[in-house]
């Protein structure tokens, strides 16, 4: 089915932009880019002149190693880097999520990080570069592409894993109590959900978190668990030793962690609810590799594109986990090693991986057909 390519945003402000009918947007999948190399920058570089159709780039939080931006931007250059190859007069767009460490690395005064680095992006000027969501908040935020029957929606996953405990997650005390945002969170979640329903629309979430892994983050450190649960002062006191460095906040960043799964239920019980039919995309960063994942009983894909920076072992163990017996993994093949070409099921367009010494990003080439096919995916050096 073919499609138009008129482009609608929707964010807090409407904005309106016109693209030419070239019938693809190209979606670069960049997550932890905190520490960007040269190489990865000429490479994305090449790319975005190669590459035909509308672009679109996303920093998946983990945008400023090791804890965000600081009061005296002095690490500033780190995502200046990030953003001065495009100017406003390109045709690309970059948006910015944040992640755990751009959060203070989960310490006390992350929210004024991430309000800084907001700040920061927006200081430059440059209409095509946005970060989502704003003001410290956890979204959702959604970027509509109804004419190819598309919606990305920014959520900020860190906002929910944060260590509430004398650290403030509401960017003003004029503003809603944590609670009451929420509410307004899930409630607007539901909304969007619920119009892409109504408008026959695909959904690509955009975070930091990934709900699959055989990475680090995809196993549960039950000592240090038990440990944490057993000792119920670690989680609360901000001390260097308890609090800030405590097992409670590092244990957060593992999807076993309870409010890990808190958030990927309640995404999963409002799809069930507004949209049981759904295909969706799952994008985020956080791993250091590359995996796809599919899950076996509904049209739900799983990017892991986390590694533009640095690279972590995959651990074949967790390939017989129970927790993923729900899902397949298609890339990599753990068995073999990467292969030069590998089937996809379920995906409209193909996915690309572009892969360089130690570095690794997905591009997501939506093609503008509605028809959900198998299609190819290669690795392009």
Request: aromatic share 12%; charged share 20%; proline share 4%.
């Amino acid at each position: 089915m073919p499609h138009r390519l008129n482009l609608r945003l929707q964010f807090t402000i409407l904005a309106l932009v016109t693209i030419p009918s070239f019938g693809q947007i190209n979606i670069y999948l960049l997550g932890d880019a905190g520490v960007l190399s040269d190489t990865v920058l000429n490479k994305v570089r090449k790319d975005l002149i190669d590459e035909q159709g509308y672009n679109q780039i996303f920093f998946m939080g983990d945008n400023i190693y090791k804890a965000g931006l600081r009061k005296s931007n002095s690490n500033s250059n780190i995502i200046d880097r990030q953003m001065d190859f495009i100017t406003p007069s390109d045709r690309i767009q970059m948006k910015f999520v944040p992640g755990n460490h751009d959060w203070n690395y989960m310490r006390t005064g992350g929210l004024k990080r991430i309000v800084r680095q907001e700040q920061y992006v927006t200081s430059k000027g440059n209409k095509n570069i946005s970060f989502h969501p704003q003001d410290g908040r956890p979204g959702p935020v959604r970027q509509q592409f109804n004419e190819i029957n598309l919606d990305v929606i920014f959520i900020d996953s860190q906002w929910f894993l944060q260590s509430r405990f004398m650290q403030r997650v509401v960017s003003d005390k004029s503003e809603p109590s944590e609670n009451l945002e929420r509410i307004r969170f899930w409630q607007q979640l539901a909304n969007y959900i619920g119009e892409s329903k109504k408008n026959g629309n695909d959904i690509i979430f955009v975070m930091h978190h990934p709900f699959y892994s055989i990475g680090g983050h995809g196993q549960s450190k039950w000592l240090l668990k038990t440990f944490s649960n057993y000792i119920p002062v670690l989680q609360l006191f901000p001390l260097i030793t308890f609090g800030n460095y405590g097992p409670y906040n590092f244990l957060s960043q593992d999807i076993p962690h309870k409010r890990y799964q808190n958030l990927k239920e309640g995404i999963y019980k409002l799809l069930n609810e507004e949209y049981p039919d759904a295909n969706v995309i799952f994008a985020a960063g956080h791993q250091h590799n590359l995996q796809y994942w599919k899950e076996n009983d509904k049209d739900y894909h799983h990017l892991v594109s986390g590694s533009v920076s640095k690279t972590d072992p995959y651990i074949k163990r967790l390939t017989n986990s129970n927790k993923l017996k729900d899902a397949q993994l298609l890339f990599p093949d753990i068995e073999s090693g990467v292969k030069d070409e590998n089937k996809i099921t379920g995906l409209s367009g193909y996915i690309k991986i572009k892969v360089l010494p130690r570095d690794y990003y997905f591009v997501i080439n939506y093609m503008g057909v509605k028809e959900w096919i198998s299609e190819t995916y290669h690795i392009i050096r």
